[in-house]
């Protein structure tokens, strides 16, 4: 059986981010993740804000892990070549009780140690921002944006870099306290680990209920989104939010650009039974559509290329109108358990600063001596429609495999599909795919290439169709072929 000093579970962006932090380390890390590829829950599926911390009850740990998390996301974007945009964000008004609620969020964020904002009007905010309809806004200025994704694939990618081992595909079914190690089954194997790192988003509840009696609940609350298409993302420059209805519990439908210029609609608030339920709904879309309308009026529903849905982990149940902070402590019962519990909004925001304060509470346990050669820059090439037409035709005549474009809408070429194909967590679904390098995530959604995908999926790395997933093991895209060509 394999021992490790850590194993964490779950590969969302908070076990990625943790699992880096560790790395820097001499000790032996395992992430166990039940999904085909890392980024499988709520790290996948959110606004891909790098928050602030306006909105974070004073003195919670929401607010310090934002504040803090922000102020190293630069770092990290310039070490692992990471996306990031500082657009900032506007939170607008629309009457004069809005007005003072502004100031009210202005002076949360100030005690917060937020810098930079204020509240602006007038032609100055008709000129920052002509669509929006409003009288008054807040300018939060050290809001940005990032892929989120990506951000857990890079993580979880120069982790493997420095040691770390993945295992997908791989759920943790069992965890046994033995005197001094946990034993973990898995579908996998099963593993011994001296501390165990439970970043299992909205199971976090499942896992440490097989060790001992929770005392906390989880509450799962979908959020709903559409994606326009990259024609309107000139309609704003900023992210824009309304001012938060304390009763509706969450942050409002805004507007918000993404990293690859689509504008995102979204999104909605809704407490729902099933944990694994991400549909999206004809009703919410229409609540979101007007909604964003309202905000801004020339928005039309024919800018709608998709949509999804995220889900995020409550501890606060229906009803509770105020925040329950984030609870990220060693289990009292179970030493050596470490818990991250309800790291809902703003987790991606904090996941750099929570992986500091869990390698400071795995240090008290483990004696955590750091690498001579801990490897903190990721080597990520451009896009080739990002190339200039020299650097194209170059790579072009070393492997004429970047001159056949397999997906249209966002340019992408077949040797960058091999490439995102060939990752060191060897991840193989569509998913894994399209957030790699972006094939199918255009305006026809995958309609043109996911038959050129398959076919190098087969070709290059003789999968055979019937295993070929969407994103999660139980995806099957196919079931077998209709019609057996000659030589297949
Ligand atoms: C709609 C929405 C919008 C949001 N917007 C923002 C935003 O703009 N900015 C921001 O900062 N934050 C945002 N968030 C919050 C952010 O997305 C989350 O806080 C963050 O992604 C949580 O990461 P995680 O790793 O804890 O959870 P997850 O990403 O859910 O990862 C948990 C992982 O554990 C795995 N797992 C679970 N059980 C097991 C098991 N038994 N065995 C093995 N693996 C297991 C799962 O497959 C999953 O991959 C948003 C969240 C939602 C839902």
Partial sequence: MFNFHVAIIGGGVIGSAIARELSKYKINVIVIEMGSDVASGASKANSGVVHSGINSAEFSLKARFCVEGNKMFQHLADE?????????????????????????????????????????????LKKQEPHISCVSGLWVPTAGITLP????????????????????????????????YFLIETNKGNFQSDIVINASGLNCREIVSMIEEPDFNVY?????????????????????????VVEHGFLGIHITPTIEGNLLLGPSSEYINNPNDKKTTKEKMNIIFSEAKEIIPIISKKAVINAYAGIRC????????KQVDYIVEESKKTPGLINLLGIESPGLTAAPAIAIEVSNIVSKSIELKQKNK????????????????????????????????????????????????????????FSSVKYRCRAGMGRCQGGFCTQHIVRIMEKNFNLDIKNIKLKSPDSKLFYGRVRVEKGD
């Fill in 80 to 124: 692992l070549n990471l996306p990031l945009k500082w657009i900032g964000k506007l939170v607008i008004a629309k009457n004069d009780e809005e007005i003072n609620k502004l100031e009210c969020l202005k002076n949360v964020g100030i005690k917060n140690g937020v810098k930079g904002l204020k509240i602006i009007g007038g032609t100055e």
């Fill in 149 to 180: 994704y990506q951000l857990t694939i890079i993580l979880a990618e120069n982790s493997i870099e420095n040691g770390v081992k993945f295992l997908l595909e791989a759920k943790v079914k069992d965890l046994k306290k033995k005197n001094d």
């Fill in 220 to 244: 799962p609350c979908r959020g709903e989104y559409l994606v326009l298409d990259k024609n309107y993302s000139s309609l704003i420059n900023s992210m824009i939010y309304p001012v938060p």
């Fill in 314 to 321: 409550k501890l606060s149940p229906p009803g509770l109108y």
């Fill in 374 to 429: 801990f490897k903190s820059k990721s080597n990520k090439r451009k896009r080739f429609s990002e190339m200039s037409t020299e650097e194209q035709s170059a790579l072009i005549k070393e492997d004429n495999s970047w001159g056949r474009i397999v997906c249209r809408c966002e340019h992408v070429t077949e040797a960058e599909v091999i490439k995102a194909l060939s990752n060191p967590l060897e991840a193989k679904t």
